[in-house]
């Protein structure tokens, strides 16, 4: 089985490399963004929550975001393996999905963390905001997101660092560039 986490500040292309990844890998991709805005489009009382901290660029809180990520890999069977894209996010979040996978009798093979330059990241999102409609890519929302990801989710670097599961990639040039680099991380597992 291969368990992946996709690492890296928004816009660093996690969303377009799992799909490739999963494609060839044969896993199931679970991006915690997507979660979250199928419940806001269905207007479930969980989804008007979500919104109101996605639209500051703030994180759904932990305890929240725990649940719904276990509930969505409960969901899954019969599966060969995981890439999980947005999570996690919080040192309390990866503390949690390390119970989730002993459980589960599984392990996490691998972090793969896309490593872009902060100015280009800011332009990834400002043009990916004139084409996806998502309500928070736009500047000010944007530099909130890359500050809480700072803040927030940069530790996690050094958490599976000295978990050994830390693999950086450099997330810059072509799509089929960036996808050849990680799939020989992965290759050589
Ligand atoms: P994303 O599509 O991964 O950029 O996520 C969009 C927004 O959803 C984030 O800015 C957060 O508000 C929320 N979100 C997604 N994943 C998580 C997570 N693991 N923990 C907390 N909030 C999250």
Redesign the pocket.
């Known amino acids: 089985m291969l368990n992946l986490i996709i690492f890296g500040a928004?816009g660093s292309g996690k969303g377009t490399q799992s799909d490739l990844l999963k494609e060839k890998y044969g896993l199931c991709h679970i991006?915690?963004?997507?979660v979250?805005r199928a419940k806001i489009k269905s207007r479930t009382e969980l989804g008007l929550k979500a919104e109101s901290?996605?639209s500051k660029?703030?994180?759904?809180p932990d305890s929240l975001?725990i649940d719904i990520l276990a509930k969505v890999m409960s969901d899954q069977t019969d599966v060969q393996g995981f890439i999980l894209?947005?999570?996690?996010?919080?040192l309390p979040?990866a503390e949690a999905l390390k119970v989730v996978l002993e459980e589960k009798k599984m392990e996490l093979s691998a972090v793969i963390a896309l490593e872009v330059e902060e100015g280009e990241l800011m332009q990834r999102l400002v043009k990916r905001g004139e084409v996806s409609g998502r309500a928070?890519d736009n500047e000010e929302v944007i530099k909130s997101?890359l500050k809480v990801y700072h803040n927030q989710t940069f530790p996690l670097i050094d958490y599976y660092k000295q978990e050994g599961k830390y693999h950086g990639v450099k997330g810059e040039g072509s799509v089929q560039e960036i996808f050849g680099r990680i799939t020989a991380e992965i290759d050589a597992l």
């Open positions: 928004p991006s915690t963004g997507d979250l901290f996605i660029g703030q994180l759904i975001m894209d947005g999570f996690p996010r919080t979040q928070d997101r």
